[in-house]
């Protein structure tokens, strides 16, 4: 899975939130495409420092890796405040992040994950662009509907209809848990990528970036911050 050459003349544009999952998901765009462009999403975030972390993530990766450096291309930050006002939830509102049983977290933005492929779509047609990368995953996300591959495979089908254009959606993470997602981490940039994802990668649904933990910044009690922290833990006591 990691080892494809066959693209490598080609481009991609990565959905690149500043969080572990898309950093990883930059990393392996890197390693396998010409030239990587990144696009990034404001959608009126409670916490900005997400905005923060995807440049810090993009600098530390050209710092530090000389052939990445080489293939990263432009920026692109996309303002979807209408969208967020719409779509309100945990994650764009002042509301309580709760998981509910048997129903869909309040940290779930309703169409997030359609909304950003069209625009996404609509931006690599201007940049000529046939493949997005996104850090979507089926195995750990309290079954978000708009990651599983079956939405994402209809939403790419009509966009290829709509837009006359052959996309093609990687999703290197769909399979893995978070533990695996750290051990990918390792496997694409070694320690170095995963110190660099450790200390600017943004996952707190909180936006504590005041206490550092072994597997990054967090409030170390919210969702986001116990799945990156068991998925760290589980990883290193594996390998
Ligand atoms: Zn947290």
Redesign the pocket.
């Known amino acids: 899975m990691t080892s494809s050459a066959a693209s490598s003349s080609s481009a991609a544009l990565v959905l690149f939130s500043g969080g572990q999952d898309s950093s990883v998901c930059l990393a392996w765009a890197l390693q396998r495409f010409e030239r990587v462009e990144t696009v990034g999403f404001d959608y009126g975030q409670r916490h900005h420092v997400e905005m923060t972390a995807r440049l810090k993530l993009r600098e530390g990766l050209i710092a530090a890796f000389p052939e990445w450096a080489r293939r990263i291309g432009q920026d692109h930050v996309l303002d979807l405040k209408g969208f967020g006002a719409v779509a309100e939830s945990a994650l764009t509102a002042d509301r309580e992040i709760a998981l509910r049983e048997g129903a869909l977290p309040t940290t779930f933005v309703p169409g997030r994950n359609l909304v950003f492929l069209v625009y996404a779509a609509a931006l690599a047609d201007r940049r000529d662009i046939d493949v997005l990368v996104g850090g979507m995953g089926e195995a750990d996300y309290s079954g978000y509907p708009d990651c599983r591959q079956s939405t994402l495979d209809a939403q790419v089908k009509a966009l290829t209809l709509g837009i006359e254009r052959p996309y093609r959606l990687e999703t290197p993470l769909m399979l893995l848990d978070k533990a695996g997602i750290w051990a990918l981490s390792h496997e694409l940039g070694g320690e170095a990528l995963v110190r660099l994802i450790v200390e600017e990668s943004h996952t ?3 936006g ?1 970036r005041s206490h550092l933990h072994p597997w990054g910044y ?5 969702p ?2 116990d799945l990156r922290a068991k998925g760290y833990d589980a990883w290193r006591a594996a390998s």
């Open positions: 707190c649904y909180r504590d967090g409030c170390g009690d919210c986001a911050c």
